[in-house]
């Protein structure tokens, strides 16, 4: 586990001042770094700017990973033009996109030279858009899918049912309802998440999630426990 996920909008470059104070004396080669440029930041020269900034901010020779965080005013195309520019001057290593639907991330795709290397966006059990399209448009593509708030602040335990079935599915396991969830969402292998940890024990908590493997009835029954449910305002993805 050693992907760290941090945005220029975080803080206003505040978030990345800390990323930087806590990796500094960490081998570098250890990290897989990402952060993102608002789509405010993100015409040709305000890309190359941005990334210029972050990785100031963050104390690295090189970002692992750079991110539009989400589609902006800015041509597209330009955005790209400055990410292929970035990855050819050693800035970063990949870029991607985050909370585009399909034909963004499809467009975004066409106008890189470089891969387009992951679409990060919501992804949780109260929230399983992405499985109607998205997901399997971007396993097609190569392109990774990276899950943010996986564990929906906490809403799939609100329901006594919802919590009942992860936690008969946790005990068959010998595992929590949350290493049960982190299973469940990344059972696809082009998916992976980003959990919050405000603790140690939660992150060796979400580090164990790792070793659990969900059979076809555990499957089963989350999913009836949390249904796609009808398309609303995500349907596009």
């Known amino acids: 586990m050693n992907h760290i996920d941090t945005a220029e909008m975080y803080g206003s470059g505040r978030v990345e001042e800390l990323v930087g104070d806590a990796i500094a004396g960490i081998e570098r080669e250890r990290l897989f770094i990402v952060t993102k440029v608002m789509p405010g ?3 040709f020269r305000g890309t190359l700017a941005a990334a210029e900034r972050s990785l100031e901010r963050l104390r690295c020779g090189y970002l692992d990973l750079l991110l539009l965080h989400w589609p902006g005013a ?5 955005t790209m033009r400055a990410f292929d520019t970035l990855v050819e001057r050693g800035k970063t290593r ?3 996109v985050s909370n585009f ?16 290397a992951c679409n990060q966006v919501l992804y949780h059990l109260g929230e399983r858009g992405i499985e109607r399209r998205l997901a399997a448009a971007a396993r097609e593509r190569r392109i990774a899918i990276v899950a943010y708030t996986p564990f929906g602040r906490g809403a799939f335990l609100r ?3 919802s919590r009942a079935a992860l936690e008969r599915v946790a005990e068959k396991h010998g595992a929590t309802a949350r290493q049960v969830v982190l299973a469940f969402l990344t ?5 992976f998440t980003i959990p919050k940890a405000s603790r140690l024990e939660h992150v060796e908590e979400n580090a164990r999630a790792g070793k659990l493997e969900l059979d076809a009835a555990d499957v089963a029954a989350i ?6 449910g009808a398309p609303g305002p995500l349907a596009t993805l």
């Open 41 to 43: 930041n993100a015409s």
């Open 159 to 161: 329901s006594a049912a």
């Open 223 to 228: 999913e009836e426990a949390f249904p796609l």
């Open 94 to 96: 990949f870029v991607g």
């Open 101 to 116: 639907d399909v034909e963004e991330m499809i467009e975004a795709a066409g106008y890189l030279r470089a891969p387009l």
């Open 74 to 78: 800015h041509p597209l195309e330009e």
């Open 187 to 191: 059972r696809d292998p082009n998916l």
